[in-house]
C-alpha cells in the first residue's frame, strides 16, 4: 500500500468536491440547497486537515477525522434521498438551539446551568407556534427530548441512499461504512481496544519482538498501512458524493465533475495495481 497515491489521489478528489459545492451554489436556494451546502463546505475543509495530517504522518488524527466526513457523506445523501429529512433536520436545529439556552449539568456537588433556565416560563410564553410545533415534533410522549435529528440509524440510511442512487453508490458507501465506522469509533473514544486497533497491538504480540526497534518498525508500518486504507475509504466516499450529486441535481457541471471524478479513480486504481505488479 501507497500512502503517497492516497494523498494524491485525495488532493484530486477534494477539488472536484470544491468544484461541486461550487456548482451547487449556483443553483439557488432550496430547503434541500440551504442544508447541505454549509454541510459540504465544512466538509470539504476537513478533507483539506485530513491531507495535511496525512503529509504529517499524524495518522491517529486522521483517522479520527475520517468518521465525522464519513457521517457527513452518508447525512448529505440521505438528505437528497429523502425530502422529508431535510425539513425534519431543519425543525431538529431550530428547536435544538432554543432547548441549547436552558443547558445546565450537575455532577457530585458540582452544578452548572446556563443564565437563561431562571426564564424558562418567559421564554415559552414568548416562542413562536413554530418553535412550539418543533419542540413537540423532538419530545417524546414522556416529555423528554429526542436527541436525534432523524429515527434512523446510519445503516438505515445507507440502505435508503443505496437503494435510491444504485449499485455504485451502494457499493463505494458500504464498504466505507464496513472499514472505518466501528473501528474509528473505537479509536475515537480512546479505549484500549480502540488504542490496540490503532497502534497494531491487535495483530501483534508485543512479547514476540527482538527488540524494541524491531517493535517500532513494527507498528510504525502498521499505522501506515491503516491509514492508508482509510485514505481510501475517504476517497472512494467523495465519489459516491459525487454521483449522488450529479442525480439529485441533473446539471451538466455536476455530469461533467462526476465523469472527471470517476475517471481519476480509475487512473488511481491502475496505478495501485501497476504498484503491486512493480513489487511482485
Known amino acids: 500500500m501507497n500512502i ?18 461550487q456548482s451547487i451554489s449556483k443553483i439557488g436556494y432550496s430547503e434541500l440547497t440551504s442544508v447541505i451546502g454549509p454541510m459540504l ?10 491531507i495535511l495530517l496525512a503529509e504529517n504522518q499524524n495518522y491517529r488524527d486522521l483517522i479520527i477525522l475520517s468518521r465525522p466526513f464519513l ?8 438528505l437528497c434521498a429523502d425530502e422529508n429529512a431535510v425539513i425534519n433536520s431543519k425543525k431538529y436545529a431550530y428547536q435544538k438551539g ?30 413562536p407556534e413554530e418553535m412550539k410545533e418543533a419542540i413537540a415534533d423532538f419530545t417524546t410522549s ?13 445503516k438505515i440510511k ?17 464498504f466505507a461504512f464496513f472499514t472505518i465506522y466501528r473501528d474509528v469509533s473505537e479509536i475515537i473514544h480512546n479505549s484500549y481496544y480502540g488504542v490496540r486497533i490503532f497502534i497494531g497491538m491487535q495483530q501483534k504480540d508485543t512479547t514476540a519482538f527482538k527488540s524494541s526497534d524491531e517493535a ?45 471524478s470517476n475517471s481519476r479513480l480509475l487512473e488511481y486504481t491502475n496505478e495501485i495495481e501497476g504498484t503491486a505488479t512493480n513489487r511482485c
Open 4 to 21: 503517497q497515491l492516497e494523498i494524491d489521489h485525495l488532493k484530486s478528489q477534494t477539488e472536484f468536491c470544491k468544484a461541486g459545492i
Open 158 to 174: 445507507l440502505e435508503i441512499i443505496g437503494k435510491t442512487y444504485g449499485e455504485y453508490v451502494n457499493g463505494l458507501l458500504s
Open 41 to 50: 463546505t465544512v466538509n470539504e475543509r476537513s478533507l483539506r486537515s485530513i
Open 71 to 78: 457521517e457527513a457523506v452518508i447525512n448529505i445523501g440521505f
Open 216 to 260: 517500532a518498525e513494527f507498528f510504525g508500518q502498521h499505522q501506515q498501512r491503516l491509514a492508508t486504507l482509510i485514505l481510501q475509504q475517504i476517497n472512494i466516499s467523495i465519489c459516491s458524493m459525487i454521483n449522488i450529486l450529479k442525480q439529485r441535481f441533473n446539471i451538466e457541471d455536476m455530469d461533467l465533475l462526476y465523469e472527471k
Open 142 to 154: 414522556k416529555g423528554k427530548e429526542v436527541t436525534s435529528w432523524t429515527p434512523e440509524t446510519t
Open 98 to 127: 432554543y432547548r441549547d439556552l436552558f443547558r445546565g449539568i450537575e455532577i457530585n456537588d458540582f452544578k452548572m446551568e446556563s443564565h437563561y433556565s431562571k426564564y424558562v416560563s418567559e421564554f415559552e410564553d414568548a416562542a
